[in-house]
């Protein structure tokens, strides 16, 4: 066995940890964040961190699903079938976060950049979902026939 494929075979079998430990670091860092914005109340950062704030749940929902995508995609044949539809919800979700983030930088800054590209944001959601099915699934169908 090669370093490569060892290498493959524990970032594959400790991948939903990695989702655990992303999910702390973010916390964390939002909490050192807290305690700046309020060390500067009336700072533009603050509405960000507001931002941030009121969407915790959101990168909370995104770590369990990608969690929950990962075990099931783990799981023998057929069972694993709902993996890639798990998967394109998380993707396109964090897509979503990613976009309402820039949006809210756009508007506490006053750029007028992103908001102006709004309706293309569908467009880049239902992108993201066909791209993440159809290559969760080509990757799971692939690999059932080379295991099987």
Not at 8 to 13: F, Q
Not at 68 to 93: E, S, Y
């Amino acid at each position: 066995m090669t370093a490569g494929e060892r290498w493959g075979e524990w970032g594959h079998r400790h991948r939903p940890l990695s989702h655990l430990v992303g999910l702390v670091v973010y916390l964390i860092v939002l909490g050192v964040l807290n305690l700046v914005a309020n060390a500067y109340p009336d700072s533009i950062w603050h509405g960000l961190i507001g931002f941030l704030n009121a969407t915790v749940w959101v990168v909370v929902v995104l770590s369990v699903i990608n969690l929950f995508a990962d075990l099931v995609l783990d799981l023998p044949f057929p069972t694993n079938l709902p993996g890639p539809l798990l998967r394109a919800v998380a993707a396109t979700a964090t897509a979503w976060y990613v976009v309402q983030l820039l949006f809210e930088i756009d508007r506490l800054f006053g750029l007028g950049i992103f908001l102006a590209l709004a309706p293309l944001a569908v467009l880049l959601y239902a992108a993201v979902f066909l791209l993440v099915l159809v290559g969760e699934s080509i990757r799971l169908f692939k690999g059932e026939r080379r295991a099987g």
